[in-house]
């Protein structure tokens, strides 16, 4: 889907949850487009899934949202970040 397809969908009137999935393939190395493409989209979607992480020191890098992550098994770089909104601002 589009930034423009996503700015179509009126997230605030009709939908009680609104969850966007990245597989990211590698957070360390992907995570500059990542924060370009969330402050292009107009809504702030109320989940956040990345998805193929990678290894990677976690930190919470996106503002307004509180910050999950599930290590990978060992030997594994299949990790996952979920990113749960702290308030769904946009949408009053």
């Known amino acids: 889907m589009s930034v423009n397809e996503l700015d179509n969908i009126d997230l605030c009137s009709n939908i009680a949850l609104s969850i966007y999935h990245f597989n990211i393939r590698s957070l360390s190395k992907n995570s500059s ?24 020191i976690f930190t919470a890098i996106i503002a307004g949202y509180t910050f999950y992550h599930d290590l990978p098994p060992l ?9 749960v909104i702290n308030s769904n601002s946009k949408c009053k």
């Open 33 to 56: 487009e990542l924060l370009q493409f969330i402050q292009s989209i107009i809504h702030d979607f109320n989940v956040l899934v990345l998805s193929k992480c990678g290894l990677y």
């Open 75 to 83: 030997g594994s770089v299949d990790s996952v970040v979920i990113y």
